[in-house]
C-alpha cells in the first residue's frame, strides 16, 4: 500500500464515524477480535481491516470478479444499504438490497461517465418496501480516465455519506492506479525480455549449427549431444511465461550456450564454474546472467585473442547470492561503460548489460545494481547481488 493509500484510509476512518460502519451498523460479518482499545480504536482497527480485506482484489483492475470480491467490504466501510460499481458499459456488480433499481443504473451514471463529475439522484421506485431512495454516484478514474462509477444507495439523502463515498471512491482510484502499474511493469519486463531474445544473434545460431553439423560424421555421438543443448537452450530462452526463474535454471542454460560456443572454438575457450548448492534456489529476473556470459565470451574472444579463461561463481554471501562474472578479455573504458549504462551506448551497444542492470534495480532496488570492474586490456569482472528471498520474486 502506498502512502497515498494510507493517507486515504485514515480519511476515511474520520468521515466514516458519523456513517452505519462505526456508529454500529454492520453490512458484513465483523471482524472478531480481542478488546483493542477505545470504542473509537476499535471501529479505526475494523475500518483498516476491512480495506485491507478489499484491496487485493481490486489490484487486478476494474473487473466483474474483482468487483464481486471487494463489493462487500466496500458497502461496509460505507455502512450503507445497497452499492453498486459499474464499468462504462455495464453494472458489474450490485450488492445489498434493492436490486431492481439496476435497472435504470446505466441511465444514471451516463452524464458522470461522460463528464467525470459526481452526482446524486433521488430513486424512483414505486415499491413502498424498497429503502432505496437516494443515492450517490463517484466517478472511478484512471490518469483523468473515467472507468466506471461507485454508486451507495441510502433511505435518504446524507451529506455524511456523500462525502465517505467520494473518499472510498479515491481510495479504489488509487488501487486500480497500482493495477495500472502493475500492468505496465509486467508489459516493460516483456519487451525488455523480447529485446534480450532480439540480441541471440542470427550469428550465433548459424554457428552452433554450423558446428554441430561439423561432427555429424567425425563424431555422430558429440553431434547428438550438441542438438539436444541447442533445443534446450532455445526453448529456456524463448519460453512464453514466468518474470522470474531460479539460479539453477538460469546456470543450466549458460551451461548450455557456453557448451555450444566451446564446440566451435575449442580449447580456445576455457570456462571455470563455481557454485554453491545452497543458492541453486534462489529466484532471479529472468534471462538475467546469460546476456552476462555472452558478454563476457564476445570481450574474451573478440579482436586477435587467441585464448580466453572466463570464470563463473555463485556462492553464498549470508542473506544474498553472490554471482560473479569474469573474462580476460580485451576489456572496455570505464567512460565508455558509463555511457553505455547510461543509455547513451546507441541501439546495438551493450543492450544487454544496460537491460540487465535497470532489470535488477526495478526489482530490487538501486542498490542492487550491477557492478562492473573493467579497463582496457584488463578485462571485465561483473558482480550480481541477489537477495534470497524478495516479496513478489518466485522463481517459475
Known sequence: MTGAGYAVIVLLCVLLFGTGLLAGRRTACPVRTSHVGTPVEHATFETLHTASLAAPPLRAGLTEDSARRSARRLRSLLGTDALCLTDRERILVWDGEGGHHGEHVMEQVADLLASGRDTAFRSDCDDL???????????????????????????????????????????????????????????????????????????????????????????????????????????????SHGDFTTLADELHSIDQYLALVRARFGERLSVTLQVAPEVLPVALPFLCLQPLVENAVKHGLEGAVTSSRITISALDAGSEAEVVIEDDGIGMDPERLRHILRGEGGKSTGVGLLNVDERLRQVYGDDYGLVIETGIGAGMRITVRLPKYRAGVHGS
Open 129 to 239: 418496501d424498497c429503502p432505496l431512495r437516494w443515492a450517490v454516484a463517484v466517478p472511478l478514474t484512471v490518469d483523468h480516465r473515467v472507468l466506471g462509477a461507485l454508486i451507495a444507495y441510502a433511505p435518504r439523502e446524507s451529506a455524511v455519506l456523500a462525502r465517505a463515498a467520494g473518499e472510498v471512491a479515491r481510495w479504489v482510484c488509487v488501487q486500480l492506479e497500482l493495477a495500472e502499474l502493475d500492468r505496465s511493469r509486467t508489459q516493460l519486463i516483456e519487451a525488455e525480455i523480447r529485446a534480450l531474445r532480439a540480441q541471440i544473434s542470427p550469428h550465433f545460431i548459424f554457428n552452433s549449427l554450423a558446428a554441430i553439423a561439423s561432427f555429424v560424421r567425425t563424431d555422430p555421438e558429440q553431434a547428438r549431444e550438441l542438438l539436444l543443448e541447442f533445443a534446450d537452450f532455445t526453448r529456456y530462452s524463448f519460453r
